[in-house]
């Protein structure tokens, strides 16, 4: 079966930047999103890949600071943040598709890594 597995998270200052990764096992085409949780708060997405082709999307919240890059040598998505603001502090999934689309909805996502916490302190 897919499984997908982050890296990546950690603590950095405002202003900062992190890469996360997302480790692809089981499947070389899925479509991978990217989730974050804050504590108390819903789950939000930011974007997406496409297994299939170079398109990504992305949302306001990730549009400009965040970048989805994919590494099909290593079946590995990247999710690069730049400009780390203390409001980024979530705990980070990545999600994976046989679909690609740009809906938000996590129920479009049929496998999910385990999350990686990213703090980021003011």
């Known amino acids: 079966q897919v499984q997908l597995l982050e890296s990546g998270g950690g603590l950095v200052q405002t202003g900062g930047s992190l890469r996360l990764s997302c480790a692809i096992a089981g499947a070389s085409d899925y479509a991978i999103g990217w989730f974050r949780q804050a504590p108390g708060a819903v789950r939000e997405f930011l974007g997406v890949?496409?297994?299939?082709?170079?398109?990504?999307f992305y949302t306001n919240s990730a549009k400009g600071r965040f970048t989805l890059s994919r590494d099909n040598t290593r079946n590995t998505v990247y999710l690069q943040m730049n400009d780390l603001k203390p409001e980024d502090t979530a705990t980070y999934y990545c999600?994976?598709?046989?679909?690609?689309?740009?809906?938000?909805?996590?129920?479009?996502?049929?496998?999910w890594g385990q999350g990686t916490q990213v703090t980021v302190s003011s």
């Open positions: 890949i496409s297994g299939k082709t170079t398109d990504t």
């Open positions: 999600a994976g598709s046989s679909l690609y689309t740009v809906e938000a909805e996590a129920e479009n996502y049929d496998v």
